[in-house]
């Protein structure tokens, strides 16, 4: 998804676009779920402890553990995104 994210930004298109996804709500709903995960990290990478210091790593961010995008979602979860982030770790148990 991260992919998807940066790729879109550099050429000025939706991630839909990039997918070839036609039908408008799932175009509609992949762009903002897209979106978010995407404007969730680079918020995150450019966050700085007291030295100014980067206080995450990309590649911690997107590493396989789920738990690490989980945390991203469930820090502004509301709405949708709560909702997900619950049915997840319900389904995990």
Sequence with gaps: MWNVHVT?????IRPSELLCIKDEWTAYCFDNAV?????????????????GRPRYRLQDLLSDEPQNVLDLINQ????????ISHYYVKTKK
Excluded at 8 to 12: D, M, Q, S
Excluded at 35 to 51: M, Q, V, Y
């Design 8 to 12: 879109a930004k550099t050429y000025g």
């Design 35 to 51: 979106s978010l995960i995407g404007n969730l990290i680079e918020n995150k990478t450019s966050e700085t402890d007291d030295r």
């Design 76 to 83: 502004r979860a509301t709405g949708i995104e709560g909702a």
